[in-house]
């Protein structure tokens, strides 16, 4: 291809009749990128309320580790196929702005909870909720934006993520402290509530204007020529057509997924345990660095796959996470081996900077490695390995590895620091093993 030609498809914004200029596309990247901080906030928040929740409800460590991982993530999971397969056939933000509002409404739904059963529904259908913004959102932007940028437009919608996750670290350090000082507080029409069950009010308010803001998403024309979504059973054939291109893809990104969630579920604990930080010290110092150094991985990842790309280098984002877990190896090994936190912060944050970059590349190389009327199944598909694999193991491997190889007595920096060391080799080596095969892949996608 030309130069010249290569700039045009780049730079070209998609033509008229449905179709969004590059501002459209741009402004409904903000509100969707609005919507998925908003997620993780209300998926996330739960994890530093544990005590208080307990003695409320009178619940254990094993029921709340379940409202945590299970009761959330079976249902954004396994309904997010469904979900994804309407939305190649549907209107997408009309599906978006209906789970925004469901999610929302189950958020608020957890601070009245009653008892465990009522908890763990509302958690259930924060998931469900959840499973309608991702898939939908994928496929859209894979429509609205040119393929060379779409690794960007994924990085920058993969911010919910980390700025997500570090806010809801931040307001949940600032919780358990407001819990401690205070105990309660009295709300407008509600009256005195523990601080727990107004903190899931508070986060659910936005809902509704993040809903309404969905609304001035323009929804862009679809690149297939046939509006009709494929069925299950096509979607799969495809992805067993080219087995090796998306056993490289989904292996990488589950092994790194596995890492990520026990990241984020174990360090805070790390750092209580080993050093006697409070709650709200450790989320503080670590949601700083999520919100930060991962916001700037998450960036730097997307724009180094454009860049390859830009180059000619048909296999981009594959290598981009590659590299990726090459560079999050020695960080993962060491941090949680270090003996004083500004040693285990500093490599923390080295760790986040590398580790944060690889989930945009991920969902860029699924949605170009898939044909455009699957895409949104394609994405939920994706999703479904990586939540349930990764969010499953991720929160209970850590312990697992601890008690089978270091004798059980709650000094995880070891069982991390195993995870981190297998974890980053395996999916540097499931990436490299399908450099050639995703090349392919995307070449034959783009032909069609």
Known sequence: MARGDEKLIIEQPISAGGRVSHRQAHVALGIFLIAYILSFIDRQILSLMVEPIKQDLGLSDLQVGLLQGLAFAMLYAVVGIPIGMLADRISRRRIIAVGVLFWSACTALCGF???????????????????????????????????????????????????????????????VDMVAQSGALVLPLVGPMPTWRAAFLLVALPGALVAALVFIAREPARRAQSKAGMPLRAALSHLRDHKRTFIAIYANSTLLSIMGYGLTAWYPTLLIRGFALTPGQASLRLGLIYLL????????????????????????????????????????????????????????????????????????????????????????????????????????????????????HGQIGSALATVGLCATLLAALAAWSGLRSYAQTIESVAQR
């Not at 465990?116 to 309608?132: D, I, K, N, Q, T």
């Not at 570090?166 to 350090?173: H, K, N, Q, T």
């Not at 003996?339 to 945009?360: D, E, I, K, M």
């Open 293 to 408: 150094l991962g916001s700037m991985g998450s960036l730097a990842g997307g724009f180094a796959a454009e860049r390859l790309t830009l180059k000619g280098i048909r296999d981009a984002n594959l290598r981009v996470v590659m590299i990726i877990a090459l560079l999050c190896l020695f960080p993962a090994l060491l941090a949680p081996l270090m003996p004083s936190p500004a040693l285990l912060l500093v490599l923390f944050g080295l760790l986040t900077l590398f580790f944060n970059g690889y989930f945009g590349c991920s969902l860029a190389a699924i949605q170009l490695a898939t044909p455009p009327n699957m895409r949104a199944t394609g994405a939920a598909l994706f999703l479904l390995a990586n939540s349930l694999v990764g969010l499953s193991l991720g929160t209970a491997i850590v312990p697992l590895i601890d008690s089978a190889l270091f004798g059980g």
């Open 113 to 175: 909870a009653g008892s465990y059963a009522h908890l763990f529904m509302a958690r259930m259908g924060v998931g469900l909720g959840e499973a309608s913004l991702s898939p939908s959102a994928h496929s859209w932007l894979s429509d609205a934006y040119p393929p060379a940028q779409l690794s960007r437009a994924m990085a920058i919608y993969n911010l919910g993520i980390t700025i997500g996750g570090g806010l809801a670290l931040l307001v949940g350090g600032a919780v």
